[in-house]
């Protein structure tokens, strides 16, 4: 069965319709083994096919552009990346009356990256420090900029102020109002990014963090990815790590003030923006949500 639907136009996903999906269009695979993973994620349906490969199918029909950019993209991308990424290897047409287009990829073993799944976390930031280098320094010539397809991640925060504001006024029993309106308006003063856009990944969050025998395993989900401000990278300083954790990640990516501040004002905005939308269907989320505003209100107190 699928979840509580999260959208409003949420596609209903089941075994027996993927089933039907990889009968009519890949029937080398349609006795393989299928197994719905449990996932928090929000933008994709994922099903294990046999031991090595997954399956996604996009929860909205609005998503289905993310299936191109994962084809054309990620194959280039995987080489250069110090850590595995799932790469597509078929492409699946809408059928069976779902109206999209999905994906198989290679199924990348591991858990969510959450802080006690990480041996050293001093480590892990290292690692993550250094695969967020490594993608930002591939060509990214011919790149997507930010846009629908990506969550407008990589964007200047000031385009993301009115929607901000207005999931704090709809978080006012949830959230200290006056306190995250403060953190936003202090990095929302920050310069933009007036460099070269660069790739990003757009979404590094633990759910898409793979950790296996306590170490960084793999970077998963990649719809957010896009061409834009590499501050939309510094997600983990607040969505994965605190306080020590946090400082050994600054340090080892290394950016200048304005560049951090911009990364932790996404993260707030990120946070509030979720927060209500998902409060009754996604706790998961909901979870993270309040962590990421605690830990950015706690970055912003220790200066």
């Known amino acids: 069965m699928c979840p509580e639907k999260m959208h409003i136009d949420q596609l209903d996903i089941d075994v027996p319709m993927v089933r039907r999906l990889l009968a009519g269009q890949f029937p080398h695979w349609a006795d ?3 197994t719905r993973v449990k996932s928090a994620g929000t933008e994709n349906a994922i099903y294990r096919l046999g031991d090595d490969l997954a399956i996604r199918l996009p929860y909205r029909s609005v998503n289905s552009t993310q299936v191109d950019k994962d084809h054309r993209w990620l194959p280039l991308l995987s080489p250069h990346l110090p850590l595995p990424i799932p790469v597509p290897v078929a492409k699946g047409a809408p059928a069976e009356g779902y109206p999209s287009q999905w994906s198989v990829c290679r199924w990348l073993p591991g858990e969510n990256a959450t802080l006690d799944r990480l041996a050293d976390l001093s480590q892990a930031a290292k690692d993550l420090a250094k695969f967020i280098h490594t993608l930002q320094q591939i060509d990214s010539t011919g790149g997507p900029a930010p846009g629908d397809h990506n969550f407008f991640r990589g964007i200047p925060l000031a385009d993301r102020d009115g929607y901000t504001r207005s999931a704090i006024a709809e978080s006012a029993s949830l959230v200290d109002s006056d306190a995250v309106t403060a ?7 920050v310069p933009v990014w007036g460099e070269p856009p660069v790739w990003i990944h757009g979404d590094l969050a633990p759910g898409n963090l793979l950790a296996l025998s306590g170490q960084l395993s793999g970077v998963i989900d990649w719809g957010g990815l896009a061409v834009g401000d590499p501050a939309t990278e510094l997600l983990p300083a607040w969505n994965l790590f605190q306080r020590e954790s946090r400082g050994a990640f600054r340090a080892a990516i290394g950016v200048d ?47």
């Open 32 to 34: 393989l083994s299928l």
């Open 183 to 189: 953190a936003w308006e202090r990095d929302l003063q």
């Open 257 to 303: 003030d304005a560049t951090w501040a911009r990364g932790r004002g996404l993260a707030l905005s990120v946070a509030l923006v979720a927060l209500p939308y998902y409060l009754e269907t996604n706790s998961v989320i909901v979870r993270w949500a309040r962590y990421m505003i605690d830990e950015v209100l706690e970055d912003h107190e220790r200066g």
